[in-house]
């Protein structure tokens, strides 16, 4: 089925029928927001709002802000009034904030209300929208309490919403970073949760579901960010805006490429002299290279899921730097016995000092790598960059340098 099948025809957006409707949201859903507004952009506003409405508020709003700004008015126009009032609220938010998350409260009701006025109200709001939990606030809009199901099917007819909600209810802020909300709703489990400003005031709702989504969705993308590869590629993607996305980072690889590259032609003489050097350059440039990607995967790690607070980087960074001690200690010693065998094999002069220095530049480079993988993000962060944004080409670029200059330079001292 062709692209241009599943758009429904803008000039009859209200005999759109569920389905087309459904099946142009999963197109749009697979695709990244300037790809998506590609396929939305012949369509009508009614209908772009209808798709909109289908997807998760962090998605809907991405595609929105894509558009002109008069486009983007029509079809806020064109939506719900509680829609458009809560993605333009969602606005405000930066990005991986809860508040870019929230949909709007629904089923909001005063202390005072009766059981019976309440049940009333919630039959009619049910038609339109899932209703999980009732909210109950004051007239300043601050929240008071939930209104459980139970409770409210228990309750006698009579009672007040006041006398029967669950006061003091755990709720979230709009500006919380998703990676400090994970750890707070992990244990509680609560399939809505609401989400309240510094006044206490309710501005929305986030679905348990889509904090753990959207947590989702940014762990998977973190191996495509530490090697260049944006949010914004997708499979669907055109392979032209692929090239564009990518190509940047290639150049910028390739150019700390020659800086590693330089660093051994400084001592070309050197690599003429013991030819055995050469061999083992990849070894060194390998070892020290995965060693930085595994203290880069667990600060990443940390990161995302909100575990490394500030009293916890210097933790990090030791604990990675003492990995890499030990790590380079025993790899070195193998390195060792690999260069010892490699030049009595061949019947290389001084095999047993090379087999020394292979062992100190192993101990140096593995070292360097692991501090590397811990302070590359770190350092990133501070920068307000993101953390994950290509940094294994800077990690790379620093241990390809320290690995083989450390080498090249410890055999040009002890051997020549």
Not at 73 to 92: H, T, V
Not at 225 to 245: C, F, I, K, Y
Not at 358 to 368: N, P
Request: hydrophobic share 45%; proline share 5%.
């Amino acid at each position: 089925m062709t692209e241009s099948s599943l758009v429904p025809s803008p000039t009859a957006p209200d005999q759109t029928d569920e389905y087309q409707l459904k099946k142009l949201a999963v197109e749009v859903a697979q695709r990244a927001p300037d790809d998506a507004i590609k396929l939305l952009d012949q369509v009508s506003d009614a209908v772009i709002a209808k798709v909109l409405m289908m997807l998760g508020p962090s998605n809907a709003l991405n595609i929105l802000l894509r558009f002109e700004e008069d486009r983007r008015k029509a079809i806020l126009l064109a939506g719900s009034p509680e829609r458009r009032e809560q993605l333009i609220r969602n606005q405000a938010y930066p990005e991986g904030s809860v508040g870019r998350l929230m949909e709007p409260p629904i089923a909001v009701f005063g202390p005072n209300l009766t059981v019976t006025q309440a049940v009333e109200q919630l039959r009619e709001l049910v038609k339109k929208a899932f209703i999980t939990y009732g909210y109950v606030a004051d007239q300043e809009g601050k929240l008071l309490g939930v209104i459980v199901m139970r409770e409210l099917l228990l309750a006698a007819p009579t009672q007040r919403l006041g006398e029967i909600m669950l006061r003091q209810p755990f709720h979230l802020s709009p500006q919380m970073d998703v990676a400090d909300a994970m750890p707070l709703v992990v244990t509680r489990h609560y399939p809505v949760y609401p989400v309240c400003d510094e006044a206490g005031r309710l501005v929305g709702l986030v679905r348990g579901y889509v904090l753990f989504q959207e947590q989702t969705i940014q762990i998977s993308a973190q191996p495509g960010r530490m090697v260049g590869v944006e949010n914004e590629d997708r499979l669907t993607t055109p392979w032209r805006r692929s090239l564009r996305l990518r190509h940047a980072w290639l150049q910028l690889n390739l150019l700390t490429a020659f800086l590693a590259a330089a660093v051994v032609g400084l001592f070309e003489q050197t690599i003429q002299q013991v030819v055995a050097l050469a061999v083992f350059l990849p070894v060194l440039a390998g070892q020290s290279g995965n060693t930085g990607c595994q203290a880069l995967a667990v600060t990443l790690r940390g990161m995302t899921l909100g575990e490394l607070k500030q009293g916890n980087r210097r933790r990090l960074v030791t604990k990675e730097t003492c990995l890499g001690l030990l790590n380079g200690t025993l790899v070195g010693v193998t390195a060792a016995l690999g260069m010892y065998l490699y030049t009595t094999i061949h019947h290389h002069e001084n095999g047993l000092m090379l087999a020394f220095v292979v062992f100190l530049a192993m101990v140096a480079s593995c070292v360097t790598s692991g501090l590397s993988g811990a302070l590359i993000p770190l350092a990133l962060k501070k920068l307000g960059a993101d953390p994950a944004t290509a940094s294994s080409i800077f990690l790379t670029t620093a241990t390809d340098i320290v690995s083989m200059g450390m080498f090249l330079w410890l055999a040009t001292v002890l051997i020549l």
